[in-house]
């Protein structure tokens, strides 16, 4: 999490559970949490029935951390609590989805210059580890969510630096896309797309093959209609 320009980070926190605990907060900024939510997204299914005093216990730990930073609190009632950030922060998270929901709808509206940084920043954003050293599973399910916002920001990416004719930074894109989803399709006709306006569609009839042989072995299925889209005009001009 960032509060202005500091980062957060797990140092400033007395265990992996302080850190998911302001993690769940952060992310929720905006509203209340329910005493009952917090507690099932830390132990998950396996809460003590003494869990409310375990909860509060954790949150105090959780205060006492922010505390030195100044400027962040936890307010909470008898069954909530809500994190309270100043004006001047963001939560990377949570700036990573807005940035692509912008960059995808300028992108739609044919705002491409405006689109690009957006998709950049969601990109960079997306591409950090989430809560590196906590293992739980309320961490996997937002990892697979940033994931899912990379790979949007990336799709993004690689269209944008296609019109622009820029596509080295277009097939680098494209090829981070894929390592991350090697079924992604939107990813290999963006590819495909960019070898062609490069003008080597020698290298993008490639990838069409690579593209094929990939959904068939993992999926048992072929190309959809945008991947053989472009494979029809590269095959028009080869």
């Given at each position: 999490m960032r509060v202005g320009d500091r980062v957060i980070g797990p140092s400033e926190f007395p265990g992996p559970q302080?850190?998911?605990?302001?993690?769940?907060?952060?992310?929720?900024?905006?509203?209340?949490?329910?005493?009952?939510?917090?507690?099932?997204?830390?132990?998950?299914e396996?809460?003590?029935?003494?869990?409310?005093?375990?909860?509060?216990?954790?949150?105090?730990?959780v205060r006492a951390a922010l505390a030195p930073l100044g400027g962040i609190e936890i307010r909470g009632?008898?069954?909530?609590?809500?994190?309270?950030?100043?004006t001047n922060s963001q939560?990377?998270?949570l700036r990573a989805i807005r940035e692509t929901h912008d960059a995808e709808a300028l992108l739609a509206a044919g705002a491409e210059d405006e689109a690009l940084p957006h998709a950049v920043?969601?990109?960079?954003?997306?591409?950090?580890?989430?809560?590196?050293?906590?293992t739980h599973p309320w961490v996997d399910s937002l990892a697979a969510r940033m994931q899912d916002v990379h790979l949007r920001a990336l799709d993004a990416l690689v269209h944008l630096w296609t019109l622009r004719g820029q596509y080295?930074?277009?097939?680098?894109?494209?090829?981070?896309?894929?390592?991350?989803?090697?079924?992604h399709e939107s990813g290999y006709a963006g590819l495909m797309q960019a070898h062609l306006r490069s003008g080597n569609p020698t290298m993008g009839l490639r990838v069409y093959?690579?593209?094929?042989?990939?959904?068939?072995?993992e999926l048992?299925?072929?190309p959809g209609p945008k991947v053989e889209g472009v494979y029809r005009e590269l095959l028009g001009v080869t």
């Open positions: 302080a850190e998911l605990v302001l993690a769940i907060l952060a992310l929720n900024h905006l509203r209340p949490v329910a005493s009952a939510e917090l507690a099932y997204a830390v132990w998950w396996r809460a003590s029935p003494a869990w409310r005093g375990s909860l509060r216990a954790l949150v105090s730990r009632g008898d069954s909530w609590y809500q994190l309270v950030l100043p939560v990377d998270c920043v969601a990109s960079m954003i997306a591409a950090r580890p989430v809560l590196p050293e906590v080295a930074e277009a097939i680098l894109d494209a090829e981070t896309l894929l390592r991350l989803d090697p079924l093959e690579r593209c094929r042989q990939t959904l068939r072995q048992g299925s072929s």
